[in-house]
């Protein structure tokens, strides 16, 4: 679980990048990209990461995830020390690309770890529970940055005091002791893994999670945005704005973890799919018409943070369990889902800035709540047995 809490480290790339973006005056489009550097190591790393895995084992997976994670909180510390502009510049973006790294080899190895505490449904709740531990260190990061910046006008404050968690982190899980499953050996290849596609199961749960993956990045990076180009508020008071996100994440996580110990993962997801229809809603009409109570966006941010907290262990479960022999495989795809990070926030960049507004981010974000809804109409018809 404490891995779990580093895991979120990655998030407050979003909260990074409007700070980043103010210090180094870049566009909208510029700065959206950072979460790029960050998701797109998800895709070229996930399988060699799988093939690792079945090396030196899960939990040493993880150990090395971790490590490369606190050289991405190092850094930045390091940047912000250094007077000159562009070496600043140039150490943030190399932590970007650390903290993808080591996300992505997390993300691989912890999830299949945890298969050794539990078993087949229980696996969903588990999961969705270390997603709550999570979202707890995601919560928290935009509330750390705000403080820094308005305490000491230094807002990479943030940084040295996640670095030590990480630390203390990889100390724990170094001397914790795993009784692992014996891995897939010999089967987990980059051709193996990519021919889990043509089952159309695995295909349906992997779109999922790049939606889900490019919801929650978008989000992040998105909603001070939102607040500010429709309200007065300041960067540091529409940063909160990502808080409200995760405060409602950590609770969907949280509340997730117990129903999804009595409810089938098909009510589950409609009922994250009809939330998150909610929250497009929400943003459409205080972004897309005039005069708007703000209290409409803080709603849309609670029913996406609601509805996508459980998304991820419904979709990621639902694979396992179709292919349990092939686990390590499954893995390593559906972490290449987390490419929706990378993906999403480019284009609603762009869409943002081509309609001078950040209504064209937000139906860019439309794309993927619209998928989500119509996997959580159709559930049955990927043959789930929940």
């Known amino acids: 679980m404490m891995s779990f809490f580093v895991m979120g480290f990655v998030d407050l790339v979003g909260t990074a990048s409007n700070y980043v973006q103010s210090d ?13 550097m960050v998701f797109f190591w998800f895709l070229v790393l996930s399988v060699p990461a799988g093939i690792l895995m079945n090396r030196i084992g899960r ?48 993300q691989v190895s912890l999830n299949p770890l ?18 709550f531990v999570k979202a707890i260190a995601s919560f928290i990061a935009p509330l750390i940055a705000g ?5 000491f006008g230094r807002w990479w404050l943030l940084y040295p005091i996640y670095l030590v968690v990480a630390v203390l982190a990889f100390a724990m899980l170094n001397f914790d002791d795993i009784e692992e499953n014996a891995p897939d050996a010999g089967r987990t290849s980059i051709s193996g893994c990519f021919a889990l596609l043509r089952n159309p199961v695995i295909l349906l749960c992997f779109l999922g999670i790049v939606c889900h ?12 945005k939102i607040l500010m180009e429709r309200s ?39 009922v994250c799919g009809a939330l998150m229809a909610a929250s497009a809603l929400c943003f459409l009409l205080f972004s897309g018409m005039d005069g708007m109570p703000v209290w409409l966006a803080y709603a849309g941010l609670a029913f996406v943070g ?36 990378a993906i999403f926030p480019p284009l609603m960049g762009l869409a943002s800035d081509a309609m001078g507004m950040q209504l064209g981010a937000i ?13 959580a109409l159709f559930f049955r018809a990927y043959g789930a047995t929940r």
Not at 115 to 127: I, Q
Not at 243 to 267: I, P, W
Request: aromatic content about 8%.
């Open 24 to 36: 180094f005056g870049l566009s909208d489009s510029v700065s959206n990209v950072f979460t790029t």
């Open 59 to 106: 939990r040493h997976t993880v150990l090395v995830s971790i490590a490369v994670t606190a050289l991405g909180c190092l850094l930045p510390i390091i940047g912000y020390l250094t007077p000159v502009k562009g070496v600043q510049l140039v150490l943030i973006v190399v932590s970007f690309c650390l903290l993808g790294i080591g996300n992505t080899f997390m």
């Open 114 to 131: 945890v298969g050794n505490l539990a078993r087949d449904e229980k696996l969903a709740g588990m999961l969705t529970f270390g997603q």
């Open 147 to 151: 403080w820094a910046a308005v305490t």
């Open 213 to 224: 993956v490019g919801v929650d990045v978008g989000i992040n990076a998105t909603a001070p």
């Open 232 to 270: 007065s508020l300041g960067l540091e008071a529409a940063g909160g704005a990502t808080s409200v996100y995760f405060a409602f994440r950590t609770f969907g996580c949280l509340s997730g973890s117990m129903l999804l110990q009595r409810f089938s993962r098909k009510a589950m997801l409609r």
């Open 306 to 341: 609601l509805g996508n907290a459980n998304v991820f262990s419904i979709m990621l479960t639902t694979g396992l369990l179709h292919l349990p022999e092939r686990q390590n495989e499954v893995s390593g795809l559906m972490m290449i889902g987390l490419i929706g990070g």
């Open 363 to 375: 139906l860019v974000m439309g794309v993927g709540v619209a998928y989500i809804g119509g996997m």
